[in-house]
């Protein structure tokens, strides 16, 4: 069946660093891949997407692509900010979403 | 346009007792989902509904019920709650390939 793995956290990291968060998935077919963010006592937010191979999604500063040969889609940031500490969550969708475990991101000032 | 609401916000249930989570979107959308979430565990679909009329099993459906009431409004029910339902429950709905759009969730506790 569908299944993601993304990196286990938490990450801490400090303003303006690097963030990178891995997926990798296992699918038949060829699914549209996701992340979502959760922030603190809220539900989840669509951050961004990409629905076919090398397909790049984008958002607030963060980018993921669609890498089919390697089946990842891993989350970069260039430069994270106190306000993006959340939870994120990598997905992939054929008729229903499977979800990663979820990382927590904490940036520090 | 709200989006998917939920409610209650928050809910405090003794052993056995029974309750109905509501869930209502606005979107137009076919499909709706309840999942719940906990710690370490990521989130886990129980029920989903994938055009009005039609409800399917997810992960974890035992001791939950649905009702698909219409195109808008997909309800949860705990018939005899139990310890192990303490969580926090999010309602969705989606259009295929577009991704999911979530409520804010339901946080209960069951004592």
């Known amino acids: 069946g569908n299944s993601v793995t993304q990196m286990e956290g938490p990450v801490t990291l400090s303003e303006e660093a690097f963030l990178t968060i891995n997926c990798t998935y296992t699918?038949?077919?060829?699914?549209?891949l996701f992340w979502y963010v959760q922030y603190p006592g809220e539900g989840l937010q669509l951050l961004l997407k990409a629905t076919k191979a090398d397909d790049k999604g984008s958002n607030k500063g963060f980018e993921a692509t669609y890498r089919k040969e390697t089946t990842s889609f891993h989350l970069e940031k260039g430069s994270v900010q106190v306000s993006d500490s959340a939870v994120y969550f990598c997905?992939?969708?054929?008729?229903?979403?499977?979800f990663g475990a979820g990382t927590t991101v904490t940036v520090r000032a | 346009n709200a989006g998917v609401t939920q409610t209650p916000k928050f809910q405090v249930l003794k052993t056995g007792q029974s309750m109905t989570l509501q869930c209502a979107q606005d979107?137009?959308?076919?499909?709706m989902y309840w999942y719940r979430q906990d710690p370490g565990m990521g989130l886990r679909l129980i029920y989903y509904?994938?055009?009005?009329?039609?409800?399917d099993k997810g992960e974890v459906p035992n001791g939950y019920n649905v009702s698909r009431l219409n195109k808008r409004e997909f309800s949860l029910r705990l018939e005899s709650a139990a310890p192990s339902q303490t969580s926090v429950y999010f309602c969705a709905s989606s259009e295929r390939g577009l991704g999911e759009f979530f409520g804010p969730g339901t946080r209960l506790t069951v004592l």
């Open positions: 699918a038949t077919g060829y699914p549209s």
């Open positions: 997905a992939l969708n054929d008729y229903k979403l499977s």
């Open positions: 979107m137009n959308h076919n499909s």
């Open positions: 509904s994938a055009s009005e009329g039609t409800t």
